[in-house]
Each structure stands twice: as C-alpha cells, then as structure tokens.
C-alpha cells in the first residue's frame, strides 16, 4: 500500500480539503502526503453492522477516498443499541443506502460504492478486486473464511475485527507476509457450539472500541506510518480494561496461504461451516409454530419451558409457558412434569434444541424443540409480541 511513484502520482487536495484534515497536516508523520495517500485509497467494508458503523464513519472522516460498502439487511430497532451509523428515521431502510447517505452528509469529497448484495462465493472475488483493502465487520464464520480467502487469492489486506460479549478481537492478515485468518482457525467450530451476538449479546459500545482500532489500522496501512497488527493478535477485555496481544506466524501447511495451498479458488463456505447441512437424528422431535398454536387453541396444550434469559421473557414472552433460564435448568429438573409432552422455547430455536437433548439425557420421552423459537411464534402466530 505504500505509494512508490511520490507525489505526482497523488491527487491534489482542494482547498476546502485542506482546511478539512488541517489536524491531519500537523503530524509530521502523516502530513498532506498522508492524506493523498488516503484520498486515493479505495477500502471495502464487508458488513455495516456494529463493528462496520464505527469503522465506515471514520474512515469517511479520514477522507479514504473511495468506501465500498457490502450489506444486504435493513436497520432494525435492536441494532440502534450499537450500530451508531443509524437513527430511528431509517428503521426498516436499507443498511446500504442508509449508510451512503450518512457518510456523504459526514464528508461528500469522497465516493461511496454500495454493495447492496450479500458477499458470495460468486460474487466475492469480482467485488473485492476492486479495492486496496479489505475491513472485515462481518458476524458470521462462513463469510469470515470467504472474505479471508478471497483476500488471499487476490493479495488483498484483510483487517479484522470481531465481538462477543464483553470481549473483541482484532489483527491484520494476509498483509507484509503475516499470516492469514486459517493460520489461526484452520477449521470453524461446529454448528452451534458459538452463538451468535444475537444469542450471547454484546455491550453496545464494544464494536465502536473494537471498529476504532481497525479503522486505524487501515489508515496505517494506507498511508504507511506505524507499525500495523500484522503477525500480531490483540485481545480486548472490556469489563477488566485489558488489552492482551499474542503473536502470530504464518502457517506453512495453511490451506490457504501456506507454501503448498490446496484452496486456490473459493469454495462453497455454508458447506465448509456445516451450515444448512441434514440435521442428524435426533431423541425429540421439532414442532412448527402452528402445530403448537393449533394445540392451544384446541385446548391441548404441551408443557412450553421457556428457557430464555430472564431479561428476553420481558421483552417478549408467550402466555402460559414455564419459564427457566437455560443455566438452571439442570438443577430445575423436578420443576418438569416427566409425563408430560415438552415443548422448549428459546428465541430461534437452537439454545432450546441443547435443552431437549438435556432432557432426553435425563430420561424425558415426549420432547420438542419449538422450530424457530419465539421469533417465528412473532413472525407468523402473534405480530403484537415483539422482535428483538
């Protein structure tokens, strides 16, 4: 990403941009050379969400002269709590054209490229070509080893970041020879042993600590000062403050990076990640949303163990369920009629299915994981229960 053609192959800042970035100007580091460098940059942001919010705006801010933008999803009211980029006023717009709207009102002297598309196997190589760098804000692992290994066949930097909880990560890979994102997850976990930010939450301000710190490392690599999270792995506590950093090698077996790579071309990544695989045979069964309605509504109505957090039973809850929390029900167990036929509730249907194997463990016969959750309950049975 260093410039070696010097000035001349830089485009010239105008006069209102020189009053823009005057903080810039004073860095004798960073200088109008540094922000040349930025005006002609052209950097994909993969995701719009949380850590994509924080990471766009800044490097909007920054003046990267070019920002690509890849979202398909459109702004919900439980994105608010941490996807700062957004307002009320485009609940139920699109992320994309939201977002280019925004940042074009935060700094019309650059160009926006909305992606409005989800990152594919087929499209990924095409979109990301077209950029210097990759900023990886994804939430998901399928599209984190596409992007990865897209950044990798094409010699792209990739920044990452990701969040659960109380805790993030960030590093750069595949940039100066550091190692790529396999060389520190070969394989993905199974399906569902990690949840998701949806089922784990997260503290809201965490992505804009976490969406900071890879905005600044695309901006060193754009502009060539500092030292980069190349080959350097940091780890981010934020209930003990503490920064943690473990140093990384590039892999010389890596699948894709190493020196006899087997993936040389992109694969099918929801296959690779077991997503949308035949579920294997399972003890209980699965109960659709109006099969249990037409229960109820015929006055025979199972058992419905709600084993949701207490905080989500507030939000949104359905009337005449049993409710206890995922964690306890171990120890609850006599709380729950063995004779009875068991239908478990959690908010999409696979905190629940961990509890019917519980249950099946401990010798109940009649159980059934309601099939996706209390959201589809809201979706198609009762829309005055809210989404969350």
């Known amino acids: 990403m260093k410039n070696s053609g010097g000035l001349k192959n830089l485009p010239e800042l105008e006069q209102s941009e020189l009053r823009r970035y005057a903080r810039h100007f004073s860095l004798p580091e960073f200088g109008i050379e540094g922000q040349q460098k930025l005006k002609a940059a052209k950097a994909l942001v993969v995701g719009a969400g949380g850590l994509g919010s924080p990471v766009l705006l800044y490097l909007a801010a920054a003046g990267v002269g070019t920002l690509g933008l890849v979202d398909f999803d459109v702004v919900d009211e439980s994105n608010l709590q941490r996807q700062v980029l957004f307002g009320v006023e485009v609940l139920g717009e699109s992320k994309a054209k939201s977002a280019g709207k925004r940042l074009l009102e935060l700094n019309p002297h650059i160009n926006i490229d909305i992606h409005e598309t989800r990152l594919t196997t087929e499209n990924a190589l095409k979109i990301i070509g077209d950029y210097d760098l990759v900023i990886d804000g994804t939430d998901n692992f399928q599209t984190r080893y596409l992007v990865n290994d897209a950044c990798v066949i094409l010699g792209k930097p990739n920044v990452y970041g990701s969040i659960f909880r109380f805790e993030g990560q960030a590093s750069v890979f595949n940039f100066e020879e550091a190692p790529c994102y396999r060389c520190l997850y070969p394989e993905p976990p199974s399906p569902g042993t990690v949840p998701s930010c949806e089922e784990g939450g997260v503290l809201g301000v965490l992505p804009g600590i976490i969406g900071c710190i890879q905005a600044n490392e695309a901006i060193k690599i754009i502009t060539g000062i500092g030292t980069t999270l190349s080959g350097r ?3 981010y506590d934020a209930l003990d403050l503490n920064f943690q950093e473990v140093s ?68 949104a809850k359905i009337d005449g369920t049993i409710h206890i929390p995922m964690s306890q029900v171990r120890e609850r167990l006599g709380e729950i009629d063995q004779s009875s036929e068991i239908v478990v509730l959690c908010k999409t249907g696979v905190r629940s299915a961990n ?16 099939t996706g959750g209390i959201t589809v309950w809201s979706q198609v049975i009762d829309s005055s229960i809210p989404l969350y």
């Open 233 to 235: 792995f940091l780890l």
């Open 248 to 315: 990384l090698k590039r892999n010389p077996e890596c699948s894709v990076c190493g020196d006899h790579p087997t993936v040389t071309e992109l694969i099918d990544y929801e296959q690779f990640c077991g997503i949308n695989q035949p579920e294997p045979e399972h003890k209980w069964g699965e109960l659709t949303v109006t099969e249990l309605y037409q229960k109820i509504k015929l006055g025979n109505a199972p058992c419905i163990l709600d084993i949701r957090e207490s905080y989500e039973v507030l939000v």
């Open 355 to 370: 509890i019917c194997e519980l249950l099946v463990e401990n010798n109940f016969k009649n159980v059934k994981n309601l």
